[in-house]
């Protein structure tokens, strides 16, 4: 058993090692210190093999896509459709039509926000979300809710951060029009109990939006056995571009759904006395798409399946324990977020220092955090402070770089006694 | 490069620890609040104006040490001048914080310009001008004030409007 887990681990590190050199950005120095990017969740860094694809789009590939009869067009339509089943068979689509590309994880709320919000949640209506939430899927939500004159009822946490499921069954009403849940908490790391939200919600017919942007760089998604409604999540924060995300709709929802954008080739013809839009996904696609930036995501995509979730989440559990320990023996700092499941993110708060000095401090030293409310400020809130440091993991960080964390706040201590 | 070495200075560190005039005055004249959005940064300053001189100011709230010290020297700095000369000192330490004033240079900042160091760190400006924001909102009797938007010192003057 031993001897398999430290094979295991040499093998993990072999392969870490060769992972490391494929992230250019890496081997950066800040403030003369080598570069110690914990700051994930945020954004992530991409890998040589996914900004080659960028290269060579633009280099031998680029045309507008669905339109011209000519060679370049056609080409990219179809490397801009084969990214489109690349990320279907990532997340295990039933459909290819279910990959919507939007701007983000945002733009994607935003969409489901308009084109089911709107059109299905009426005045008295509900909506769930819970105290997790990043800000991007609240406010959508608070639009329609102010404009329909529908209410939104919060899921409580407790103390370590994860949400109160009985709390949420409770909340589960007939007037439930949406449940909006983020799958991993990007503040804390909790990784939420989808799944069973969504069966609890779909034994009331209630539909579900998970909100996956910090999910998906680090574990296997599968649409299809999560059963649920929506999924939204960027480009940027697994090793892909910015500017670039999904939303996965269920093709019986995106059929009824109205349209977020008008514009160009959303359309199946257009008169100035009527327009005839356009089926899924394309009806939801107004307008030229960062076809660059799709086609690299499918790159992306390509690459993290290539690495292998075994490995990135055998990886990243073991760096948060390391780094869960580490920072547990420092006197005076509270890990805020301590779930029994959670993803690589570890929310901390310096007694008698402010997240800001920490990360300022820190950045000394050639180490990225993250300092402030993460977008979530309900969550700050419910634990009664205006803020923490966060440091977020990717597969490619190493128990050298929590170290270099850790001295950081201990120096951070120092300067501070 | 940015060097946070020459921001964090032992008197910086010391105004963090044990903040001068922290409080607030039952008689105030003037009072407003300060919020950066940003860090959650939020302070309420009240002074007390008479025959147009800062009679009394005080500074309470939570805030990063590079704030909150901030706060504190600033306390001690315009304590005794006039609403004038106070809202001359508001002006150089914007100048100071955004890299347009030298602090080697003529002025009137004196120890202030231990946070020259700023001026590297875009992120960290907002937090040492905040109080400064705050005085110049009290002073002209604006309620409360903010780092963003149009009141984001990055961007706008300082005494724009009000």
């Known amino acids: 058993m031993n001897a398999l887990h430290s094979s295991l681990k040499r093998a993990q590190s072999d392969g870490l090692a060769r992972i490391r050199d494929d992230f250019p950005i890496l081997k950066l120095r800040v403030n003369g210190r080598p570069l110690v990017f914990l700051d994930n969740a945020a954004s992530s860094q991409m890998p040589q093999p996914v900004i080659d694809r960028w290269v060579r789009y633009q280099t031998s590939q680029h045309a507008n896509i669905h339109r011209a009869v000519h060679h370049l067009s056609e080409v990219a339509t179809a490397e801009y459709e084969g990214a489109r089943k690349k990320l279907a068979a990532f997340i295990n689509a039933r459909e290819e039509r279910e990959v919507i590309f939007t701007s983000g994880t945002t733009d994607a709320i935003n969409l489901v926000a308009h084109g089911y919000g709107r059109r299905f949640i009426g005045a008295g209506d509900e909506i769930v979300l819970t105290t997790l939430e990043h800000h991007s899927n609240i406010v959508p939500w608070q639009m329609v809710a102010e404009e329909k004159g529908a209410t939104i009822r919060v899921v409580p946490v407790n103390d370590r951060g994860e949400l109160i499921f009985e709390e949420y069954l409770r909340l589960l009403g007939p007037r439930t029009k949406l449940v909006g849940v983020g799958h991993v908490s990007n503040a804390l790391g909790t990784v939420n109990p989808v799944r069973e939200m969504i069966q609890a919600a779909h034994e009331k017919g209630v539909p579900v939006l998970v909100d996956g942007a910090q999910a998906v760089p680090h574990m296997k998604l599968d649409v299809q056995a999560l059963d649920c409604d929506f999924y939204a999540f960027s480009g940027h924060k697994m090793f892909g571009p910015t500017g670039i995300g999904v939303l996965y709709g269920k093709a019986e929802w995106l059929e009824k759904m109205q349209p977020y954008k008008g514009g160009g080739d959303m359309i199946l013809s257009v008169t100035f006395e009527k327009t005839t839009y356009n089926v899924p996904p394309h009806k939801f696609e107004a307008g030229t798409p960062p076809i660059a930036a799709a086609i690299t995501l499918g790159a992306a995509a390509d690459y993290l399946a290539g690495v292998g979730f075994d490995l990135i989440h055998a990886h990243e559990t073991d760096l948060l324990d390391y780094a869960t320990d580490q920072v547990n023996r420092l006197p005076d700092v509270r890990i805020i977020g301590t779930a029994e499941k959670k993803a690589a993110v570890l929310s901390f708060v310096v007694d008698g220092v402010h997240p800001h000095d920490v990360g300022t401090l820190l950045n000394e030293e050639g180490v990225a955090i993250r300092t402030g409310h993460h977008c979530a400020q309900p969550v700050m809130q419910r634990f009664g402070i205006p803020a923490t440091s966060r440091a977020s993991f990717a597969f490619y960080n190493t128990h050298a770089e929590v170290d270099a964390l850790v001295a950081g706040i201990k120096r951070v201590q120092k300067v501070f006694r | ?162």
């Open chain 2, 1 to 162: 490069m940015a060097d946070s070495k020459q921001l964090y200075q032992e008197v910086i560190l010391d105004h963090n620890r044990k903040p001068r005039n922290w409080g607030v005055l039952a008689d105030a004249t003037h009072k407003a609040d300060g919020h950066n959005p940003l860090c959650g940064d939020r302070i309420r300053l009240t002074l007390k104006l008479r025959d147009d001189v800062v009679d009394a100011i005080n500074v309470q709230g939570e805030s990063c040490a590079i704030c909150k010290a901030s706060a504190s020297m600033m306390t001690m700095a315009v304590k005794g001048k006039s609403r004038g000369d106070a809202e001359q000192l508001v002006q150089e330490f914007r100048d100071l914080a955004i890299g347009k004033l030298d602090a080697t240079g003529p002025g009137h900042l004196g120890r202030l310009t231990v946070f020259a160091g700023v001026r590297d760190l875009p992120t960290r400006v907002k937090c040492a001008i905040l109080p400064w924001h705050t005085l110049h909102a009290a002073l002209n009797s604006v309620a409360s004030t903010t780092t963003e938007a149009d009141a984001d010192p990055m961007h706008a003057p300082i005494g724009g409007g009000a």
